[in-house]
Nanobody, 125 residues
């Protein structure tokens, strides 16, 4: 079973930027979709971004489109989430996940099989 480890979270002022990283233990992620989700206190887990590994196809919800960018480094087995123009409402624990589903986009959390432990992102106003 693949292990996913997120890093890069922290405290940032509104308008600032952060880059989250997700390290995958498996050498190849071809054929999978990698996703980022977030969960704020008292709220349900929310889809943030997805990337189809083999073709680098990406998808974002309207809440982050134009501000967040998901990317991957095949050689390093890494997935990244570049977050710009951060807002206080972006504050949450951010999770990296992997899905073996064949549909697109894969944006429901139940479609993801493996999850990281999460990294906290706090945006101050």
């Amino acid at each position: 079973q693949v292990q996913l480890v997120e890093s890069g979270g922290g405290l940032v002022q509104a308008g600032g930027s952060l880059r989250l990283s997700c390290a995958a233990s498996e050498r190849t992620l071809s054929g999978y979709t990698m996703g980022w989700f977030r969960q704020a206190p008292g709220k349900e887990r929310e889809f943030v971004a997805a990337i189809r590994w083999s073709v680098s196809l990406t998808y974002y919800p309207d809440s982050v489109k134009g501000r967040f960018t998901i990317s991957r480094d095949n050689a390093k087995n890494m997935v990244y989430l570049e977050m710009n123009s951060l807002k206080p409402e972006d504050t949450a624990v951010y999770y990296c996940a992997r899905s073996s589903g064949s549909n697109w986009p894969v944006k429901a959390d139940y479609e993801y099989d493996n999850w990281g432990q999460g990294t906290q992102v706090t945006v101050s106003s």
